[in-house]
């Protein structure tokens, strides 16, 4: 693929985006309506009362709710915040709730490019350390992401040595692409004068991964940030036309989930804290 011709695409697709949600009063209520259909047909978003509560409301801004605190066992659950969910705990019901998923159990349905778009858009919002916003995606969607399995599934064997060579890897490369809905290319782009540590620039790569996921989660759809040495290859980053310094950090698989949502698990936060008070 010509980096051209994939900037070219990737602008047209942005105007008809813009044109779409932005300008077109009639294809904005098209949006909110599917918007609106996805969130209710997904299993996760549809049977919490908690999630659609929030969803249709606006944040308030001014954070006065007392379980903004920072004590963390004082926050509502979700039971007692079903009806007025503050913005605090529908943010911690939404982070415990992004779950990585994968394409294996994706269902057939194709994701909307304008959902797509809407954690792309989220996803620019992560932070970064002097504003170079080194987050780049690489979208590939319909025939597109069958061409890019098979093309992962070629540099695989290019890169694995043959004594660790396992086919089936290889064609699980290519039915990930065809069981997803779209695969995002996760990039980082190295500033030109280095002044900003490399560690710190994927950092905020994978700020803006979270963001993207987590947007994902509060439409209802799928995903799942795969790395391995096909992904995250010399071949494919010459083939999208990075350069130099620049990363390919991971694939993000898109889709909707075909079985129930998972729950997740984590060994408790205060293993990893060290909280001094004391001078
Ligand atoms: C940078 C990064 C790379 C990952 N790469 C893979 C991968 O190659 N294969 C995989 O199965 N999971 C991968 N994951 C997903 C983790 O397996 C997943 O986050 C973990 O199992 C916890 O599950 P959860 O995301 O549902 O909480 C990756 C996650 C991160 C952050």
């Known amino acids: 693929m010509s980096r051209r011709t994939s900037s070219r695409k990737q602008t047209e697709i942005g105007s008809e985006f813009v044109k779409g949600i932005l300008v077109e009063p009639a294809c904005l209520l098209i949006y909110d309506l599917s918007l609106s259909l996805a969130i209710r047909s997904t299993p996760l978003l549809h049977e919490s009362d908690f999630f659609l509560n929030f969803l249709f409301r606006h944040f308030p801004h001014?954070?006065?709710?007392?379980?903004?605190?920072?004590?963390?066992?004082?926050?509502?659950?979700e039971d007692t915040a079903d009806t007025h969910a503050s913005p605090v705990a529908v943010v911690t019901k939404l982070i415990e709730s992004r779950r990585s998923i994968k394409p294996a159990d994706f269902s057939d349905r194709r994701v909307e490019d304008a959902f797509v778009w809407q954690m792309l858009s989220n996803a620019n919002w992560a932070p970064t350390h002097g504003m170079t916003e080194p987050w780049r995606f690489f979208v590939f969607a319909d025939a597109a992401r069958l061409t890019l399995g098979k093309l992962l599934a070629r540099i695989y064997h290019e890169v694995t040595p043959p004594e660790s060579l396992k086919p089936a890897k290889a064609a699980k490369l290519v039915s990930n692409a065809e069981r997803a809905s779209h695969l995002i290319v996760i990039a980082m782009k190295r500033q030109a004068s280095?002044?900003?540590?490399?560690?710190?620039?994927?950092?905020?790569?994978?700020?803006a991964v979270q963001n993207l996921h987590l947007t994902a989660t509060a439409i209802g759809v799928a995903g799942y940030w795969s790395s391995g040495a096909a992904i995250c290859s010399e071949q494919l980053r010459q083939h999208l036309g990075?350069?130099?310094?620049?990363?390919?950090?991971?694939?993000?698989?898109?889709?909707?989930?075909?079985?129930?949502?998972?729950?997740?698990?984590?060994?408790?936060?205060?293993?990893?804290?060290?909280?001094?008070?004391?001078?």
Not at 251 to 265: A, I, R
Request: glycine residues 10%; negative net charge.
């Open 62 to 77: 001014t954070g006065n709710d007392s379980s903004t605190t920072r004590n963390t066992r004082s926050m509502p659950n």
């Open 242 to 279: 990075l350069s130099g310094n620049d990363r390919v950090l991971g694939l993000f698989y898109v889709g909707y989930s075909g079985t129930d949502w998972p729950t997740g698990t984590r060994s408790s936060v205060e293993e990893k804290v060290v909280w001094s008070s004391d001078a």
């Open 194 to 207: 280095g002044k900003i540590p490399e560690v710190e620039e994927i950092e905020a790569v994978a700020c």
